[in-house]
């Protein structure tokens, strides 16, 4: 489906950035990530192969556009949005084929139950061919050349109705969960936008300010009034503190993605 396409190269895309980000981090901070810049090569490495398989295409570098922090969020939710959009999803769309179609055998196995014949024939008059269906030798109607059904076989009949209508109930049942688990993923994509958008806000501040500690650990340094294993550890938490605000810049936009596949494609 596009719908499932369009937001797993989305995802697959915005964590390549993400992996970038964090290689472009650790290169500043060659003291205390080299670790860090072996683990984001070979992340970011796989990820490209990840998008170069969802676009098609053999495994290559792909072509990278803006920095994850430069990429602008799509316009705000919209208030009001109707839960008919849901019905463009693709498993409720095959949810409902099944309860249709499964609705579409309950008619077929009812309707044994009364042959296709002509009830009346000349003149308006009972036909021969239901008089036979109560008076004939045979009992029987020959629905096709090649196959023949007992009339009153009523227990194979019965058992038949219930055959379908178990199929229908359980059609039924995937199809309620469908819907449920379509109001669950809008409900927790739109959470999770809130919330990671909230946390994005509360670890840009924290990041702010462990510059300002690593800029002024290093000052005193520079005056002799701490050691340099200050400077490190100031420079270790700003580290740490960059690669956790670049995970949360990719939530925040994954946010979206959560919940234009959870509406089927978007709000347009």
């Known amino acids: 489906m596009t719908t499932t396409l369009v937001a797993d190269v989305t995802t697959a895309y915005l964590a390549l950035r993400e992996f970038d980000m964090e290689l472009e981090i650790a290169r500043k901070f060659l003291r205390s990530a080299t670790a860090q810049i072996a683990a984001s090569d070979r992340l970011m490495a796989q990820e490209e192969n990840a998008v170069s398989v969802l676009l098609g295409k053999a495994p290559a570098d792909v072509p990278r ?8 969020a799509p316009a705000e939710v919209p208030a009001g949005l109707p839960s008919s959009l849901l019905a463009r999803r ?14 579409a055998q309950i008619g077929a ?22 008089t036979d269906l109560f008076t004939g030798p045979a009992r029987q109607w020959n629905f096709n050349p090649f196959v023949s059904l007992p009339i009153f076989n009523a227990g194979r009949l019965r058992s038949n109705v219930k055959l379908t209508e178990s199929i229908q109930r359980e059609a039924l049942a995937q199809y309620e969960k469908s819907v449920q688990t379509s109001f669950r993923e809008v409900s927790d994509a739109l959470i999770a936008h809130r919330k990671t958008t909230e946390q994005l806000e509360q670890e840009q501040l ?11 650990s290093l ?5 002799g009034i701490d050691s340099y294993l200050q400077v490190l550890d100031a420079e270790r938490n700003l580290f740490q503190g960059e690669l956790v605000e670049a995970q949360l810049q990719r939530d ?4 979206f993605v959560q919940l234009y596949r959870a509406l089927g494609g978007g709000w347009q």
């Open 109 to 130: 196995a009812r309707a044994l139950y009364f042959p296709e014949i002509s009830l009346t024939g000349f003149m308006g008059g009972q036909s021969r061919a239901l």
């Open 65 to 72: 556009g803006k920095r994850l922090d430069e990429l602008a």
């Open 90 to 103: 693709p498993d409720i769309r095959e949810a409902e084929q099944k309860l249709i179609a499964a609705n």
């Open 252 to 255: 925040v936009l994954l946010s």
């Open 219 to 223: 000052v005193r340094y520079q005056g």
């Open 206 to 216: 924290l990041v702010n300010a462990l510059r300002e500690s690593s800029r002024l």
